[in-house]
């Protein structure tokens, strides 16, 4: 009963953004510190940024000595900025993935407090706060907080630009210019952090209100847009272009071009048609995954779509649908896929939803969306720490305590969700599903992760080196069949990627106390080339794990010369 009472008092808090920042805190840490960096694309970032630290080369983006032109460098300034902060400290912070992924929790932290400071203006102050409260514990967002790379800051930019957007358009009149400064800035910030992605959602979101807000038995061209002089945009535009036009001159002549060409016509276009680095997926996988994507809160926000189109004239929920949909729809169209790619709609999407269960008048969705939602919830909280608990059981580490424990967690989330629901405790249960997914994520990513050693093949076969040849350079060790990105972090971007067994064996033998790393499906080759070199090699050990981006077992051994 108190409990109830405690969660019902809530949306009055006084001190919201304090509230929020511990429900974060108690989602997002577990696992923050101990899970290893990952492949491929956390690693990428994270290195890239580690070279331009030691380099001081903070125009260009190399991965070892392979230019990286895919992303603007705002995500890698930002994490630089964080290593020289903690060094500046006396915290030893660049071989550390921690100190990497903060950028990334910092602006999953914004999104959250920008969804409840600027979504007062749209549902008012309790439903800001409870949809705040379920845009945290999303499982795309609980998964970017965990990962170096642009999502996460990219959500905050987005967050505060849609709430700043959001004002001018319900009071244009008292819409000021620093605020439109500020709109205008963000933008240009999240244009260096990842593009056209950032500015495209305002004007998706502005082209759609346009069409909408038109006059009744208008044509078409005539459109109706007054907050758009609010926001400013004749000098607005060019500030934003002035924030991120310095570094792409710059990154323009240092590599003479190359960057636009491969981002934009070998990234950019290649995920628009053809489905990038095997990510393709047909148009619906984002509503198909949307249960799992925004676990606990995706119920809700289900229960509330048919009522939310129904009020769409409401200016209000005009707008969140005016960002939320179209920005939708085009991730849709895109030919690759990745879940992280519609949660610059989340923050609306949970607005909706909170919106929804705070009004006593509220339509209720039918039968099978509910029975959709009610399925969704209950299968993830419970599958989540099964699948794990099978995957620590495939790894070799026998039945995991903590993801039976996560199960019992996740059994008693969905019957607590369940009987709140059947009540009609709408609020109360979006509140309660943020706190109670902390221990059915905590058994995940800090108890279960952080120990399954065999999938963390890079970390081992680092320590592994550094214990038979302490201190050597990383240019003096090469490898064969293990060529990710983690690996380059945990030993540094000079070492040598070789092709195969031969490479590895011309490798030990262009000059003395080098180490070579072979895979077991080359190590019979390497030993024939070694011995038709004359080379006596000898091994040092070897590392077995699995390598979850291919899916299959490896093993690794070290090779020198005697």
């Known amino acids: 009963m108190r409990a109830a009472a405690f969660l019902d008092r809530l949306p009055e808090t006084r001190r919201p953004a304090l509230w929020l920042v511990l429900l974060c805190v108690l989602l997002w840490l577990p696992g923050f510190f101990t899970i290893p960096a990952g492949d491929r694309d956390e690693s990428r970032f994270a290195q890239a940024t580690r070279q331009m630290v030691d380099s001081g080369d903070y125009v260009r983006i190399r991965l070892g000595e392979v230019e990286r032109n895919k992303k603007p460098a705002g995500i890698h300034w930002a994490q630089a900025a964080v290593v020289h902060g903690l060094e500046a400290v006396g915290i030893p912070a660049r071989g550390s993935i921690w100190a990497y992924r903060l950028p990334s929790l910092i602006g999953a932290l914004i999104a959250v407090l920008a969804t409840c400071a600027f979504g007062r203006t749209l549902v008012g102050r309790r439903a800001a706060f409870v949809a705040a409260a379920m845009l945290a514990p999303c499982m795309v967002l609980l998964v970017e907080t965990h990962i170096a790379k642009t999502d996460g800051a990219l959500l905050a930019a987005v967050a505060v630009a849609m709430g700043l957007m959001g004002r001018a358009y319900m009071a244009p009149g008292s819409f000021t210019a620093p605020q439109a400064a500020a709109f205008w800035a963000v933008l240009g910030v999240g244009v260096l952090l990842k593009g056209p992605i950032a500015p495209m959602v305002p004007l998706l979101a502005g082209i759609t209100l346009a069409v909408m807000d038109r006059p009744a038995g208008a044509p078409l061209w005539r459109l109706s847009a007054p907050w ?139 039968a099978w969306m509910r029975w959709l939602g009610n399925a969704a919830l209950a299968g993830v909280a419970v599958g989540l720490p099964a699948v794990f608990l099978g995957a620590a059981f495939y790894a070799g580490r026998g039945i995991e305590p903590f993801a039976v424990l996560g ?58 080196v550094a214990a038979v040849a302490p201190g050597l350079p990383a240019d003096r ?66 590392v077995t794990g699995l390598n979850y981006v291919r899916g299959r077992w490896v093993t690794l051994s070290l090779f020198k010369v005697e």
């Open 228 to 366: 758009l002089a609010a926001l400013r945009a004749g000098w607005g535009l060019p500030l934003m272009v002035l924030c991120a036009a310095p570094w792409f001159v710059a990154i323009g002549i240092a590599t003479e071009g190359r960057f636009f060409a491969e981002a934009i016509g070998g990234d950019m276009l290649d995920k628009v048609g053809s489905g990038e680095e095997a990510h393709w997926g047909p148009p619906g996988m984002y509503a198909a995954i949307f249960g799992i994507t925004a676990f606990p809160s995706a119920w809700i926000v289900l229960r509330s779509l048919p009522g939310s189109w129904a009020d769409r004239m409401q200016a209000p929920v005009r707008f969140l649908l005016a960002w939320a949909v179209p920005t939708w729809l085009l991730f849709e169209a895109v030919a690759t896929k990745l879940p992280h790619y519609t949660l610059p709609a989340f923050p609306a999407l949970m607005l909706l939803g909170a919106r929804w269960a705070m009004d006593p008048l509220r339509q209720e969705a039918p």
């Open 407 to 464: 199960i019992a967690a996740g059994l008693f989330m969905a019957w607590a969700l369940l009987r709140m629901a059947r009540d009609g405790h709408w609020a109360r249960a979006a509140l309660a599903g943020a706190i109670l997914a902390v221990p059915v994520y905590a058994s995940v990513m800090e108890g279960v992760i952080p120990r399954m050693q065999a999938v963390w093949l890079s970390p081992r076969l680092a320590v592994q």
């Open 477 to 542: 060790f090469g490898v064969v069949g293990h060529h990710e990105p983690s690996l380059q972090f945990a030993m540094g971007g000079g070492i040598r990627l070789l092709r195969d067994g031969p490479a590895a064996a011309a490798f030990l033998a262009e000059a003395p106390g080098r180490i070579a790393a072979v895979n077991d499906r080359q190590e019979s080759a390497f030993r024939a080339a070694a011995a038709e070199r004359g080379l006596a090699v000898k091994e040092l050990g070897s």
